[in-house]
């Protein structure tokens, strides 16, 4: 069974530039998340779908990030225009209902 | 607030040693625990969780956890180490009765472990 699969694995762009990374779910799994990881700490959500409802995304910067699931499977998340600040690893999982997430490889990014 | 401690930023074993990975947590209700593993340049990879029942939970790859209500912890340990066992630990833990899909899992920093030969 294929896991989660997430795209680019690196960006490195300048500031001010967007950017926008790709996850597709392991199938059948109708929760996804977007997690960003710094360095040295661990993953902290920005925002869970339960399909293609956006669910919890009380700790996503809306000013300069957005998301989208549109047919509740495969989830693009956007960073308009992107800081410094911007630089770590943004991991995607996900899961069935009351099942333990699997988290994809990350896509790391970094801003200069 | 809601957290996860990991007080420990690296432990160090020799190969055949047993080891122990520290996690206590705070949290509303009864939490559901969980270990994951990081390789890498790799995700994570879940290891075990704990929702209610024997306190000892045994998980993927010989690890096994402990949950401990009084004390509020959840170690991770394992009987023999291997050198293919050093990797960076994640503890998490959600909320009381949302520790499936539907609950924030709140991380820890993680325990960089070393397992030397």
């Known amino acids: 069974e294929a896991g989660v699969v997430q795209s680019p694995r690196y960006k490195i762009i300048e500031k001010k530039q967007p950017v926008a990374f790709w996850c597709n779910p392991i199938s059948g799994h109708n929760t996804l998340y977007w997690y960003l990881q710094n360095l040295g700490q661990g993953p902290e959500l920005l925002i869970r779908y339960e399909n293609e409802e956006a669910v919890d995304d009380s700790q996503l910067p809306k000013d300069r990030f957005s998301a989208e699931r549109l047919k509740g499977v495969d989830s693009t998340l956007k960073i308009q225009p992107a800081e410094l600040g911007d630089s770590a690893v943004y991991l995607c999982a996900s899961s069935l209902v009351d099942s333990a997430r699997f988290f994809g490889p990350g896509t790391r990014l970094t801003v200069l | 607030a809601q957290s996860v401690a990991q007080p420990e930023d690296q432990v160090n074993v020799a190969e055949g040693n047993p080891l122990t990975v520290k996690c206590t947590y705070s949290v509303s209700g009864n939490p559901y625990l969980f270990w994951y593993v990081q390789y890498p340049n790799r995700g994570l990879q879940f290891l075990l969780k704990y929702i209610t029942g024997d306190n000892l939970v045994k998980g993927s790859y010989g690890f096994e956890a402990e949950f401990n209500k009084s004390q509020t912890s959840f170690h991770l340990k394992k009987p023999s180490a291997l050198v293919s066992d050093s990797a960076l630990y994640f503890c998490?833990?959600?909320?009381?009765?949302?520790?499936?899909?539907?609950?924030?899992?709140?991380f820890g920093k993680g325990t960089k472990l070393s397992v030397k030969p």
């Open positions: 998490a833990v959600s909320p009381g009765n949302y520790g499936g899909s539907q609950g924030n899992l709140i």
